[in-house]
């Protein structure tokens, strides 16, 4: 990496990338923040090196023109599509950059190529510290909308899967808020799927199959799939009679949030790797899945990243852990949690292959007035990558 430049990708899976600070003069450089929606917030400062991640966290917030408790609400994160990184307000996010090439070596499995061409994205989030019942007690409307725009993010992307009732009333609140009122003559079916990937996951977006497809029309499937179950659902959205539009986005962002907090992963933090495949076929090939792990203050999720399913949710007073590595390139998280096979309680035993399982956790606390930092593992804190 160059030691004046950042090159960072615009977020997520895009392979583009984008140079977040350029010179505005002999000391002067600019810096690139990322909204989750792939708005910029362009901050120019000097000394940048030292600039900590504090610092342009207030730099934000003035820009976005942000109430004070936002600092509590958000984080600044380096981002990229193999590391996710919250970082600290004492970081500094230019040395951390200097050293993005060893953070992905030490833990990801991404080869020499993925390692150098790889660029994180500095990009303002929600702080996986903030607890969800407080997000309900939030009347700004800026900070919810940002709060939504995450949220719908998350769940477009697949980041949070749920089932399809879920996804149309989440896809109708999105329909509202967008669109303004159901207008039957204007909101049609037809009008829906031009732009359903605003709404709706990408994997229910698409019919799949022709085959398939043929099958379910001659089997006479009264399901409604993809813009017939979001028309329906954006039909059915309340209104509040002759409530301002003030009023009537936070009700909406209120109710998309209240619909997300269902989902146990909410909020998580995520990181990457794979499990065990079952056996499979006479010959009894074996493999292994890609995998998301979300971990919360209340528990573990394990996520097939291809398919988008929750193959496994379990609350730490259900399980045991623990982390071994039988070698520098295998580190191993280990669950076991009590199951079922044919009738009968069982114990059954996981293992998570990641190397991001090795990394510390981190959380301050103020204790009768004393600031302390406590070190604790995955069983009890989000996943909160420190490196000082």
């Not at 990708?9 to 002999?26: A, F, L």
């Not at 940048?48 to 600044?76: G, N, Q, Y």
């Not at 301002?244 to 995520?270: D, M, N, V």
């Not at 949690?337 to 059954?348: A, H, R, S, T």
């Amino acid at each position: 990496m160059e030691g004046d430049k950042l090159m960072v990708p615009p977020g997520g899976d895009q392979g583009s990338q984008r140079s977040s600070v350029s010179s505005t003069g002999p000391r002067a450089q600019d810096v690139l923040v990322y909204l989750v929606d792939d708005t910029v917030v362009r901050l120019t400062m000097d000394n940048l090196p030292s600039v900590t991640a504090h610092e342009l966290h207030r730099m934000v917030l003035d820009v976005l023109k942000l109430p004070e408790c936002a600092l509590e609400i958000f984080s600044l994160w380096l981002i990229s599509p193999f590391l996710e990184v919250q970082l600290k307000p004492k970081h500094q996010p230019y040395k951390i950059c200097r050293q993005w090439q060893e953070l992905l070596f030490r833990f990801t499995g991404c080869s020499v190529d993925e390692i150098v061409e790889d660029e994180p994205s500095l990009q303002f989030r929600r702080n996986i510290f903030f607890l969800r019942r407080k997000e309900l007690q939030i009347q700004d409307e800026d900070v919810l909308r940002l709060l939504y725009e995450e949220a719908k993010y998350n769940i477009l992307e697949g980041r949070y899967p749920c089932d399809r009732a879920d996804c149309d009333a989440l896809g109708a609140l999105v329909c509202r808020i967008n669109l303004g009122p159901y207008n039957p003559e204007q909101h049609t079916a037809s009008f829906l799927k031009e732009k359903l990937d605003c709404f709706l996951p990408s994997h229910l977006c698409h019919g799949g199959h022709k085959l398939f497809a043929s099958l379910r029309k001659r089997a006479g499937s009264r399901r409604p799939i993809g813009e017939l179950g979001l028309l329906r659902a954006f039909r059915e959205v309340p209104e509040a009679g002759a409530c301002k539009e003030h009023a009537t986005l936070l009700r909406l962002y209120h109710g998309y949030l209240q619909k997300c907090h269902e989902l146990p992963y909410y909020g998580c933090a995520f990181f990457f790797g794979e499990i065990d495949k079952p056996v499979q076929g006479l010959l009894h090939r074996t493999g292994r899945k890609a995998v998301t792990v979300a971990i919360s203050l209340e528990g573990v999720y394990i996520m097939d990243s291809k398919e988008k399913d929750v193959l496994l949710g379990l609350r730490f007073q259900e399980l045991s852990w623990d982390h071994t590595f039988p070698s520098e390139e295998e580190h191993i998280l280990w669950l076991e949690f009590d199951g079922e096979n044919e009738g009968q309680q069982v114990n059954k035993l996981l293992k998570v292959y990641s190397k991001q399982v090795c990394v510390c956790w981190v959380r301050e606390l103020n204790f009768n007035g004393c600031h302390i930092t406590i070190y604790v593992t995955i069983k009890s804190i989000f996943w909160a990558p420190l490196w000082s």
